[in-house]
Each structure stands twice: as C-alpha cells, then as structure tokens.
C-alpha cells in the first residue's frame, strides 16, 4: 500500500521542511499584477469583508479544513471550500482575532492601515466540480473568519457575476506548548509521491507535503473494496536518551450498531521510535512524528465506524486519544 511504502521510505525530517514550506509559501506570495477586472473583483470582496456582511447569491459551502502545526509558531489551516460555479473565481479570506481591539472608526481608517492576521486574495480556475483547497497560517487563538468568493469578471458588457460572503468562526489550536497532543486527522480518498512544488504551485495544493500528495476524503466515505488512508502527525514526544521518540500508536474500531457503537477490531500497535526511524531523525533539531494507517475495508461491513486513534509517549508515560468517523459503503 502506498501510504504504508511511503511512510517507511520517507524520512520523518522530509515533512517538517514540507510543512514549513508550505506555510511560508502562503505568507510569502509573488506579487501578481491584477488585471483591470481582478481589481474590480478585488474591491468588491474588500468592501464586503469591511462591512462584515454580504450577498449570498453564489452557493458556496466551507466543506472541511484541517490544522497542522508550522515550523514558526502558528498553525497551518489547509481547508476545502465547493462553489457551485464552473466558471472562474476570486477568493478573499480575511482572519479577524477576537482578541483584537475594535477597528478604527471609519473617519479616522484612511489615516490607519489595519493588519490582519491573515489578508489574502487568489484567482482560481474552478474545477470541474467547484472544488479548491487553499491555506491559512495564523497564530493559536479565537478567529472571526471572513470568505469572499465572486465569479470573476471577463470584462464582457452586461456580464452578471454572483457573489456571496461566508462568515465563520475558527478556533485554532496551539501546537507549540510542550505537551502531547495530534494534529487533525486527514481522512484521505489517496496518497501518493509527489515531486517538491514550487511556491505558486503549493499555494493551489495546500495537502501536498514533501514528498506526499493527500487528497482528503470529504464526506469520510470509503468504498468497501478500496482502502482506508490517514495521516497525522504527533506533537510534543519526550525524547529519548539518544533524541529519539518511544511512541505506541493504537488503532481501534467500532460499528454503529442502532443507536450504539459496538467494538469490531483493531491494529496491532504501531511503534514509532529508534528502530523505525532513520538514524539522522532527531527531536532536538525539530523532526516530526508522522503517524498514518493504510487499511483494507474489504473485511468491514457497510456501515458507519468510529476509529479510536490512542497515542502513548512510552518515554513520559502520558498518553492521548482523538476519535474520527467514516463511511464504508458498497
């Protein structure tokens, strides 16, 4: 299985310079030259976001979005957004703290130039579908989360485009604090080896770390005859003596049977340390414990299933459990 060769051949350190990348590559966007109708559609979106409110003409639903930590202190939010357009789009994302104090009032805002902690506008060709991913990179904390998404405009007379404004809240974790704790857990429909992106390119492809492309699964549902993938990765770990993790990871099913969840099987447990690593892996210049699981659902009745994900840090004793649901169908 591909997740399973590609987890064994990878070495661990390979993904924190991914997910550095990857978040740097957001922050650090090349300045594009907006043609006319991109300003226009950029202003439009600005407007709404500054007002807080706006029209929901284009149907636009926020599907998932998934936090991983990054290497600068903040946490990498890649997320899933469905428009129901086939034509191109303008997306603007705004992330507003909670905790900040009120904007300036609107006579005195020409002289203030408000920071956001994220402020981000892209142009997207929508697939076939009406579906993109894209990222964010915040600081841990409570966020009002502004999202802007315009059909573009083609400069065309009497063109009619929609637009709508999603609002959301988003609580983002904090990753940085020396205690054991997981990232989200990427359900995947596919991993696959993928070459290293170049800054624009890992904008659009905000699931592709170093060396490992996940197309997350959107609904959780997998069929029977195909394979369950995940993908985590472990924060926190005691090192060994010899800067190494000592990590039991333990998988463990259970069936929606009516109304109660009935167990139905489990992994052997999987050890993530000095013999599974490679040599040069060490905790103390910041390597990553990747966790992941590769399993045939041949054997697995349809149904609705809960996976039971327990994380045990053998070096410090401390353990923690996070749960996620999916799908097996015909």
Known sequence: MLLRRLAASLTAFLFVAGLTSVAQAQEKKKEHKLTKQEQQDAQTLLKLADAGTGPSELPVVWEQHHFVKAADGKTFVPFTIKADTKTGVALYVRAVSKAAPAAPAAKDAKDKKIEFP????????????????????????????????????????????????????????????????????????????????????QRANPYTFAGMKVTPSLEGKFAKAGELNLVFWIYGVSPTSMQKPDVQVEYSFSRKTGEEWKYFNKTAPQMLNGQTFPPEFSLAVGHLVTGSLSIPLASFETGDYRLEIKVTDKVSSKSITENVSFNVGA
């Open 118 to 201: 994220w402020d981000d506008i892209q142009f997207i060709e929508v697939v076939t579908d009406g579906r993109f991913s894209r990222a964010l990179s915040v600081a841990p904390g409570d966020y009002d989360l502004y999202v802007g998404v315009k059909e573009k405009s083609t400069g065309k007379k009497g063109e009619v485009t929609r637009t709508t404004l999603l609002k959301r809240d988003l609580s983002v974790p904090d990753f940085t604090k020396p205690e054991l704790k997981i990232s989200s857990v990427v359900l995947a429909e596919n991993v696959e080896a993928a070459a290293p992106l170049d800054m624009e390119a």
